[in-house]
């Protein structure tokens, strides 16, 4: 085997420069941008990081122009055009885009960046009809991805052990940031040198091939297709237990959805050259039951995030989420009612949905202050009746949520109509959104309670020692606790005990059926309400009776622990029976 020499790759180099100088260009101008903002603090940092991160997203833009311009036989000045106007739009996205400190601003640049990258796989071959050519295109653009990924890693690993080498044994003072400054150029500059280099000198090639690499079909037919088998049969028996019990789709139901349709959808495309051949007929098999299985699917998907939409409203997550879900559907129903629809609708809808939802009046973040709005104004109006809403600790969680979400998206007008006082115009800077939201629910007298990651404040009540539990009457006691299951011999039955999946239901049960069900809710809603630490443990309501036809019980709790939203994460009691 004959290793390429020194000169043969630094030609090639060179000529990839020569080929593809505006995406080279970003890539070097980002890379030293990163490197700035790694020595940097505060401020500075976030604008250096803001600047590489909008330079970035000209390399897939100016690859994409520059292999549709090689594609369609543009002129160097129209290409050239192109760019520049690419250039131009990013200018004007850097210009308004505040930078990723914030989850809905870092969703936005993903989105475009997505996108873009999507376009790469197109825009040579958007228009005319669509032929093996188009496949193969971006088969090459999948393996060049693939060598340049795993060129990179091992580049930066062995470049990495080599200053710690000259760290650890020589003395050799290497700074930690060096080690970051390394990584950012390698996968910055270095992979996108190696991701052009690897990437075919004529986009128009293989028009009307026939031949399929073995290894590619031997992996979708033998690995994907199988595993996309499992997931469908999962998805479908989820389905059926649905329709059986009656019961909404969990919010879990999104992995598993997403999980089949990537690589359902991976595996269709990967098969697609050979979808026409006669002595494949498996693909079309394939095909047919993968997006007819896709579509309920999506639906569960949909039914899923409408149960938390319709409490808690639209958010950026939320609004993506529906929109690929609706995109699922439509996709499936499109290749099932037309099978022969060529695989260029899937990444340009795609991209396409991504686009909108990125900026302007349908975007991710406008649905949502919408949505929030309107939420906000009903629950508002709910407590302002004259038979109000209680001001209960989930109606205060609710109110604080929607109006420090529009604090922090800056819905000044939307908030001053809501509470009738003004609202300063730099509500997202740091620090401010929870003080500016305390002080628009304190003009309604509703206090404010911090967002959920940090304001389910911890509470707990135990029952003091010299607080005796009274047994008169009582022929058996039972140590019990929120993580106990067991069984247990009374009165000549055998009683099983255990608590729900949210520890607020304690049920005994007897050979016969005879159950007794003991409810915390009542417990949990007094510890939510109660200071942090209440000073006085009433007997009411932590003694708990319950019947049943045979026995009769109470429950004496002697701790429990939960949150200010009224859940309950332990509790621990002494168990009191007798026969009735």
Not at 385 to 405: F, I, K, N, V
Request: net charge positive; aromatic share 10%; hydrophobic share 50%.
């Amino acid at each position: 085997m004959r290793f390429p020499s020194v000169t043969a790759l630094t030609e090639r180099a060179w000529a990839v420069a020569l080929r593809f100088p505006w995406t080279l260009a970003a890539a070097a101008l980002a890379a030293a941008a990163a490197c700035v903002a790694v020595g940097r603090n505060g401020e500075r940092a976030d604008q250096w990081g803001r600047i590489a991160m909008t330079v970035m997203l000209a390399v897939p833009l100016s690859t994409g122009i520059t292999l549709a311009g090689e594609r369609r036989g543009w002129s160097r000045g129209l290409t050239l055009a192109l760019q520049v106007a690419g250039i131009a739009l990013l200018v004007l996205f850097y210009v308004g885009w505040p930078g990723p400190r914030e989850q809905w601003e870092m969703l936005r640049y993903v989105q475009l960046s997505a996108a873009l990258h999507l376009l790469v796989a197109v825009l040579p071959f958007i228009r005319g009809p669509e032929t093996t050519a188009f496949w193969e295109y971006n088969r090459q653009l999948f393996l060049a991805f693939l060598r340049a990924a795993v060129f990179s890693a091992v580049l930066f690993v062995g470049l990495a052990i080599a200053l710690a080498a000259l760290d650890k044994l020589f003395g050799v003072h290497v700074p930690g940031e060096l080690y970051g400054r390394l990584w950012l150029v390698i996968a910055l500059l270095g992979n996108t040198w190696i991701f052009l280099a690897a990437l075919p000198n004529d986009v128009t090639m293989r028009e009307g091939a026939t031949d399929y690499p073995r290894a590619l079909k031997i992996f979708t037919q033998y690995i994907l297709t199988p595993l996309v088998g499992v997931y469908l049969v999962i998805l479908t028996a989820y389905l059926a237990k649905i329709l059986v019990t009656r019961q909404w789709p969990s919010g879990w139901i999104g992995w598993l959805v997403g999980s089949v349709a990537v690589s359902g959808i991976l595996g269709f495309l990967l098969v697609d050259p050979l979808r026409r051949a006669r002595d494949e007929g498996w693909i079309a098999i394939y095909a047919r039951w993968l997006f007819i299985g896709l579509m309920p699917a999506a639906v569960m998907l949909l039914l899923a995030l409408g149960k938390r939409i319709e409490p808690y409203g639209l958010t950026e997550l939320r609004v993506i989420a529906l929109a690929l879900g609706v995109w699922l559907f439509t996709v499936a129903v499109v290749y099932t009612i037309r099978p022969e629809s060529g695989i260029r609708l899937i990444p340009l809808s795609l991209a396409a949905v991504l686009a909108v939802l990125m900026a302007g009046p349908i975007s991710a973040t406008r649905l949502s202050v919408r949505s929030q709005t309107r939420r906000l104004n009903e629950l508002l109006a709910a407590i302002a009746r004259p038979t109000p809403r209680d001001t209960t600790s989930e109606t205060r969680q609710e109110l604080s949520g929607a109006t420090r979400y529009l604090v922090e998206r800056h819905a000044t007008r939307p908030l001053e109509r809501a509470f009738g006082i003004p609202v300063p115009a730099d509500t997202g800077l740091a620090g401010r959104a929870d003080s500016i939201a305390t002080r628009l629910l304190a003009s309604k007298s509703i206090g404010y309670l911090p967002p959920d990651r940090a304001s389910r404040f911890y509470r707990a009540q135990t029952r003091p020692r010299p607080l005796p539990v009274s047994t008169a009457g009582w022929q058996w006691l039972i140590e019990v606790s929120s993580g106990d299951t067991g069984t247990v011999m009374v009165g000549g039955d055998s009683l099983h005990y255990g608590t729900d999946s949210t520890r607020t239901v304690l049920t005994v049960t007897g050979r016969s059926g005879d159950t007794l069900r003991f409810e915390l809710a009542a417990a949990a809603r007094a510890i939510a309400v109660q200071p942090a630490r209440p000073p006085v443990w009433a007997a009411e309501p932590f003694l708990i009776p319950a019947e049943s036809a045979r026995f009769r019980g109470a429950l004496a709790l002697e701790s429990i622990y939960g949150a200010d939203n009224g859940k309950i994460s332990s509790w621990s009691a002494q168990l009191l029976l007798a026969l009735r």
